[in-house]
């Protein structure tokens, strides 16, 4: 079972920054936040990890509380291409590869 | 150039038959994976390969037989194909040790048994 909780859907104006929340209560002190993301047709693709941390790259940012408790993925300008379903997974280094994904939150970018 | 590519990307077939998924990876990867993507979109992994050695193996039925002959390759046999196969079968590879948790997919290959 996934150790992640993520709200089924979510809109976003295209432009504008989209905010998509994950609950990760149980989160040991050894695992990860990783999040995936699964535009339509396509196979899962990596976007950003972290233990503690804030962490940015080209494509996000990541947020994760003091308490690592809840996260946050940051796209700062959504595009129309952004539209997807974004996956918040727990994942410890020791599981080498195996991703439990959950049902992820479907984000639709609107014009 | 094409990280993680699986041939075919659409395989319809009937019940019974015996089919083969083919996955290479060209990023110097270790570990190869295969997880399948069922019609309610759950993602769940069914097997790991690490340097031609299998070292996750989900609870899978037996008629599904990975074949890793070298590292850049691990390809899917599945026998007596039954309605409940039916899927999309994504095959991935990872750095391994330290990158455990970043994984490069490929595009999937969505297999339909009639």
């Known amino acids: 079972d996934a150790k992640t909780t993520q709200p089924p859907s979510m809109d976003c104006a295209e432009g504008r920054a989209a905010n998509l929340p994950c609950n990760h209560s149980t989160i040991s002190g050894n695992e990860y936040v990783y999040w995936y993301r699964q535009i339509h047709s396509q196979g899962p693709q990596y976007i950003i990890h972290g233990l503690k941390n804030n962490e940015t790259n080209e494509m996000a940012s990541l947020i994760i509380t003091e308490d690592r408790k809840s996260s946050t993925l940051i796209l700062p300008h959504a595009t129309l291409r952004d539209t997807a379903v974004y996956y918040c997974?727990?994942?410890?280094?020791?599981?080498?590869?195996?991703?439990?994904f959950g049902q992820g939150t479907t984000l639709q970018v609107k014009p | 150039d094409t990280a993680v590519s699986q041939t075919p990307k659409y395989l319809v077939t009937q019940m019974g038959n015996d089919k083969s998924i083919k996955c290479e990876q060209n990023l110097g990867h270790d570990t190869m994976y295969w997880y399948k993507q069922d019609s309610k979109k759950f993602l769940k992994i069914m097997f790991s390969?690490?340097?031609?050695?299998?070292?996750i193996n989900e609870t899978v039925p037996n008629r599904f037989s990975p074949k890793s002959p070298d590292k850049a390759h691990l390809n899917l046999h599945i026998n007596s194909l039954e309605l409940g196969d039916s899927a999309v079968y994504f095959c991935?590879?990872?750095?391994?040790?330290?990158?455990?948790?970043?994984?490069?997919f490929g595009e999937g290959s969505r297999l339909t048994v009639l």
């Open positions: 991935a590879s990872s750095q391994g040790t330290g990158y455990a948790g970043e994984l490069f």
């Open positions: 390969y690490n340097n031609k050695e299998l070292i």
């Open positions: 997974i727990v994942h410890g280094s020791s599981n080498t590869g195996k991703l439990i």
